[in-house]
């Protein structure tokens, strides 16, 4: 594969920084946005938080109630999540981050990888200059920080992201790579969690300097050839995934917790129904009838169960959906007798209905 250069593009504590765009106020406290999960009090977990907050140790994935504790002493702001908002500000920046890229790939709601290679005729200098018309562009637009990598590839861009974080750029030349990513944890490298991070560690890989020395075959027959052969690469600074323009969705979904675990489908039923009337929105919404539909549910135990249904001809109103899943999961429940925590539904087998985008796009823009 020839040199190229890839950019990766992602937003300052995301979700925090767009309540603090809407409200300056909150600008020098600490702010933690939180996802609340139904059941009342401070049960739920913690999106994430402005840096002022991350000063005390409140990180993402923490309980509420901890993010609690540890701000006791401090004028903080704790606000419910408002993904709404937060998705509509997401897909102004996308349409920002587009038009300056080759190949764009928007990988989540605050994160995109940009090939610039033609665009900047494979110069990193001029990928640095168009990271920085880049941010100008978003803070103008939308008065929000982001940090940048630019890199050989996705794994070295995405690190050089990291490394500055908030509102840095970091370029990072092919034959700087290695370099830079060999004195680092093997959990920085993208794809290493906490359990490849401790097998790592049994075999004595602490580094990525450590871990580009091993044996490959070594590698692969502990982790499996793709990402036993992944891990091997990316640790020598080589990564050949291209990036990529997402498809079109393929389902849609949403999953709740019950107020209370409960075995009766007259209970859950009404679950049920206002997430069908939810899901129904936002597919169609979107353009979408769908052929399959799906129910899961996460038991008292944790364990998951799911039923789910095929037709010929597209589904296209909610009142069919709610049917549909309602029997689906009393079936579920005649059957598996067990006590529900969690229940969702997913439609799948998407069929974009003609004429409709355009309607939605125009309404929408
Ligand atoms: N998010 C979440 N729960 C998590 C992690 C993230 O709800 N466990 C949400 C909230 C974040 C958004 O996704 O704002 C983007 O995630 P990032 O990992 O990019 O984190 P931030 O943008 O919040 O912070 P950073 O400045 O480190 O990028
Ligand atoms: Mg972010
Ligand atoms: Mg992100």
Do not use: W
């Not at 920085?132 to 992201?161: D, F, H, Q, R, W």
């Not at 290695?178 to 959990?187: P, Q």
């Not at 049994?202 to 450590?210: L, S």
């Amino acid at each position: 594969m020839p040199e190229r250069v890839v950019m990766q593009v992602d937003l300052d504590y995301f979700y925090a920084q767009c309540e603090e765009v809407r409200n300056p106020s909150l600008r020098n406290k600490p702010v933690v946005v939180c996802i609340y999960s139904g059941r009342g009090g401070d049960s739920g977990a913690v999106s994430t938080s402005n840096y002022a907050a991350r000063r005390y140790g409140v990180r993402s994935g923490m309980p509420i109630a901890r993010a609690k504790q540890l701000l006791r002493n401090v004028e903080a702001v704790f606000l419910k999540a408002d993904l709404d908002y937060y998705d509509e500000v997401s897909r102004r920046v996308m349409n920002i981050l587009r038009k300056h890229a080759d190949i764009f790939e928007e990988v989540s709601v605050d994160e995109a990888y940009l090939d610039v290679t033609e665009k900047t005729k494979g110069d990193y200098e001029a990928a640095k200059e168009l990271a920085l018309k880049i941010k100008t562009e978003i803070m103008e637009a939308e008065n929000l920080t982001c940090s940048i990598g630019i890199g050989p590839n996705k794994v070295i861009a995405k690190m050089a992201s990291d490394y500055q974080k908030p509102n840095g750029v970091t370029l990072i030349r092919p034959d700087e790579a290695v370099g830079f990513i060999a004195e680092l944890s093997v959990d920085k490298l993208p794809g290493v969690g906490a359990k490849t991070k401790q097998i790592l560690e049994e075999m004595g890989v602490k580094t990525i300097r450590d871990l580009a020395k091993q044996d490959p075959q070594k590698l692969i027959s502990r982790f499996g050839l793709k990402l036993g052969n992944y891990l091997y690469n990316a640790a020598n600074g080589r990564n050949d995934e291209p990036v990529k323009e997402r498809l079109e969705p393929t389902q849609f979904s949403r999953i709740v917790t019950l107020k209370q675990d409960s075995q009766r489908i007259e209970e859950i039923e009404k679950y049920v129904d206002e997430i069908c009337r939810d899901l129904y929105s936002r597919v169609s919404s979107q353009g979408y009838v769908f052929k399959s539909v799906g129910v899961i549910t996460v038991s008292d135990s944790l364990s998951t169960c799911t039923r789910s249904a095929t037709y010929e001809h597209p589904l296209d109103s909610y009142e069919a959906l709610r049917s549909v899943s309602t029997a689906l999961l009393s079936r579920l429940l005649e059957e598996e007798k067990i006590k529900i925590r969690r229940v969702g539904v997913r439609v799948s087998d998407l069929v974009k209905k003609r004429g409709q985008r355009t309607l939605y796009d125009f309404l929408t823009s």
